[in-house]
């Protein structure tokens, strides 16, 4: 998984699945642009990065906002030049408050939308100009294995994720002609900050127990996954890595799942 003097931008990059796949692509020798809405967490996981003996940089975005976007790439290219790895990372499950609703309101569906779906498309046409140009490229688009089944819970979420593979596939085929490729990633079952959101959900997540957060995690994984076994970031930049490498040259248009085998394609 060699990606040695490769520049990746990894947007929503500084904490969960997004900062595993940054620190990862560090550690394979990308230098790595990590960009965030909060630019506190983006600069904490650049240092992370220099300290793994890369260069990097932190910069803000709001991927909702197309000036935004573009000062994120302007940024980069500035620093260092190109960008050889896009990774569409930011996403969200809800707007403020979701986690007090029992269902999903039209801000929800708006600001879901807007940040997984047309958030990737902002982005990958700001910076596909550039990798056009150079007639080289690696997208990957994080999408979830939620796009691969409906949900009575959170539709938006699940729909959203589902527009993310099928929005890769478009993106794949135009991106064809000038050898950049294009795929995304499910990821299956990870502790992160969004899981929490999730499990707190009260009336929604039934615990008459009273267990931990992460005690409801650990049973929905062992009664979820077949390998037996959570999914971490760093399994989600491990792959991220595989795809930006040359080893992946004729690999696009792919969803692929990292989910323990709790979904198979």
Same mark, same amino acid.
């Given at each position: !998984?060699?990606?040695? +003097? ?6 929503? +990059? +500084?904490r ?9 692509l ?6 790595? %642009? ?11 996981v ?10 990097? !940089? ?7 906002? /197309?000036? =935004?976007?573009?000062? !994120?790439?302007?940024?980069v290219l500035e ?11 930011a996403?969200?499950?809800? %707007?403020a408050?979701w986690?007090?609703r ?6 929800? &569906? ?11 498309a902002?982005?990958?046409? %700001?910076?596909?100009?550039? !990798?056009?140009e ?6 990957? *688009? @994080? ?7 409906? =949900? ?9 994720? $589902?527009?993310? @593979?099928?929005?890769? /596939? ?9 050898? @950049? *490729?294009?795929? $995304?990633i499910?990821?299956?079952?990870? &502790? ?7 499990l ?9 127990e +009273?267990?931990?957060q ?16 959570? /999914? ?10 595989f795809?930006? =490498? ?20």
């Amino acid at each position: !998984m060699n990606v040695s +003097g490769k520049v990746a931008l990894v947007t929503g +990059g +500084g904490r969960g699945i997004g900062r595993g796949i940054s620190l990862v692509l560090a550690g394979n020798g990308a230098d790595v %642009a990590v960009a965030d809405l909060d630019l506190t967490n983006a600069e904490a996981v650049a240092q992370e990065v220099t300290a793994a003996g890369r260069q990097s !940089m932190a910069v803000s975005v709001d991927v909702r906002d /197309q000036a =935004s976007v573009e000062t !994120m790439v302007q940024q980069v290219l500035e620093r260092f030049g190109r960008v050889d790895v896009l990774v569409n990372n930011a996403g969200v499950i809800g %707007a403020a408050g979701w986690e007090d609703r029992e269902r999903p309101s039209e801000e929800d &569906w708006d600001f879901i939308f807007d940040v997984n779906v047309k958030g990737i498309a902002r982005v990958t046409d %700001a910076v596909a100009p550039h !990798m056009k140009e150079r007639r080289y490229g690696k997208i990957v *688009n @994080i999408a979830s294995i939620a796009g691969r089944t409906g =949900s009575e819970r959170n539709t938006p979420y699940n729909v959203s994720k $589902a527009g993310v @593979i099928s929005l890769t /596939q478009g993106q794949a085929l135009e991106m064809a002609p000038y050898s @950049i *490729n294009v795929n $995304a990633i499910c990821p299956g079952l990870l &502790w992160t900050p969004m899981w929490g959101r999730i499990l707190s959900r009260g009336a929604m997540t039934p615990n008459p127990e +009273g267990k931990t957060q992460r005690e409801l995690f650990e049973e929905r994984v062992q009664s979820s996954i077949p390998l037996g076994r959570e /999914q971490t970031p760093e399994d989600i930049g491990n792959l991220v890595a595989f795809l930006a =490498s040359d080893y992946s040259k004729n690999i696009t248009g792919q969803a692929i799942n990292v989910s323990g085998g709790s979904h198979m394609n």
